[in-house]
């Protein structure tokens, strides 16, 4: 696997995404192990790395930027890959062409904060295609309810003001980043909104820190304070996606 990560990341900022993955989901190991796993907004292969390291049987990762779909596809090939994994363009990521329930284990790794609100498509869509008894993994997209954006600009209240509101601040001190701003990741999802198109699901709550373990005895989600939460959902038995 060494040798695809190699290969696969060529940049510090893929690496440093690349070990922040696997260090995230060590704990969460026995539900990538054996599975099939779709990595949603896969780019070219960091979070797949990831999960084929972990254990994972078979990775289907869809994308798209054609660009990014066609680097990776090339590395898998080179790596001898791809049986065990996939990228593949999608233009529409709310209508994928996979049955309902058709993988235990959906990822969606530093991607939500990417698409503009509202987002409650895509997110039925990613518990759609989550098996009964399965797993929605959320990771790596910045907690809305904090003041600061850690994500895009650095700067406080950013990601509580409206989108126009925001870029103008964010232009006026000189953080823009010069690309769509509704695409930067200048605001993240918070649990309520994740939740919200959702149903017969169960959090599985955060548990590595004191804080997590008092929240949960509250009743509270363990990781509603963290500015980049690990969100683990498990779809009921008798859920549907829509």
């Known amino acids: 696997m060494k040798q695809l990560a190699d290969l696969v990341l060529d940049t510090p900022t893929e690496r440093r995404r690349y070990q922040t993955l696997?260090?995230?989901?060590?704990?969460?190991?026995?539900?990538?192990?054996?599975?099939?796993?779709?990595?949603?907004?896969?780019?070219?292969?960091?979070?797949?790395?990831?999960?084929l390291e972990l254990g994972a049987a078979q990775v289907v990762g869809v994308e798209t930027d054609p660009e990014r779909v066609e680097k990776g596809a090339k590395m898998l090939a080179v790596a001898g890959l791809t049986e065990r994994a996939e990228i593949r363009w999608e233009r529409d990521t709310t209508c994928l062409p996979f049955p309902e329930g058709a993988f235990p284990l959906v990822l969606a790794?530093?991607?939500l904060e990417h698409i503009p609100q509202p987002r409650d498509a895509f997110v039925r869509e990613l518990w759609r295609l989550t098996a009964p008894g399965g797993h929605l993994i959320v990771?790596?997209?910045?907690?809305?309810?904090?003041?600061?954006?850690?994500?895009?600009?650095g700067l406080l209240f950013v990601p509580w003001l409206p989108a126009r509101l925001a870029e103008r601040?964010?232009?006026?001190?000189?953080?823009?980043?010069?690309?769509?701003?509704?695409?930067?990741?200048?605001?993240?999802?918070?649990?309520?909104?994740?939740?919200?198109?959702?149903?017969?699901?169960?959090?599985?709550?955060?548990?590595?820190?004191?804080?997590?373990?008092?929240?949960?005895?509250l009743g509270i989600p363990a990781s509603l304070l963290d500015p980049y939460p690990t969100w683990v959902l498990r779809r009921g038995r008798g859920a549907r996606g829509r």
């Not at 990771?139 to 600009?153: A, C, I």
């Not at 695409?183 to 004191?210: H, K, M, N, T």
């Open 139 to 153: 990771n790596e997209t910045p907690n809305r309810y904090l003041p600061l954006d850690s994500h895009t600009t």
């Open 169 to 217: 601040y964010a232009a006026l001190r000189g953080r823009h980043p010069g690309e769509e701003w509704s695409q930067c990741g200048w605001r993240g999802i918070g649990y309520f909104e994740l939740v919200r198109p959702l149903s017969d699901y169960e959090l599985v709550p955060e548990q590595s820190r004191a804080r997590h373990r008092l929240l949960h005895r």
């Open 22 to 51: 696997l260090q995230t989901l060590a704990p969460l190991a026995p539900l990538v192990r054996g599975a099939r796993v779709l990595d949603f907004g896969s780019a070219h292969g960091p979070s797949l790395c990831a999960l």
């Open 109 to 111: 790794n530093a991607v």
